[in-house]
């Protein structure tokens, strides 16, 4: 067994108020926690790790590159394939709180190394 304790867990902003937290970084599986500031949205991205979003706290919406758009609410997740292109907006005036889980895992720092 390992701990992760939040507040002693790797963390950075990929973009102002954007902040991001490593939870798990295995090679199977990486968990991670992030705050996504007021109507920010994830530029469209795809990767090669299946994905699923958890909306812990606010409202945020889904959006495919196929047109696909769908608002979670608190406790809602959406799965996304292997290399589906998507991204994710918040859609309040205040920051929403979700939970990204990544299979198998993926590298922490993928929003840092993004040009």
């Known amino acids: 067994m390992r701990v992760i304790h939040f507040r002693e867990a790797e963390s950075y902003e990929p973009e102002k108020d954007w902040k991001r937290v490593s939870l798990c970084e295995e090679k199977s599986i990486s968990v991670e926690y992030f705050v996504k500031p007021p109507h920010h949205s994830s530029p469209m991205h ?5 994905q699923v979003c958890v909306v812990i706290r606010g409202q945020m919406m889904v959006i495919t590159s196929n047109g696909c758009e769908e608002v979670l609410e608190e406790g809602d997740a959406a799965f996304f394939a292997a290399n589906e292109l998507h991204q994710v907006k918040n859609l309040l005036d205040v920051p929403s ?19």
């Open 97 to 115: 709180v979700g939970v990204d889980i990544f299979c198998p895992g993926r590298s922490f720092d993928f929003w840092l190394n993004r040009k």
């Open 46 to 50: 795809d990767h090669p790790q299946e």
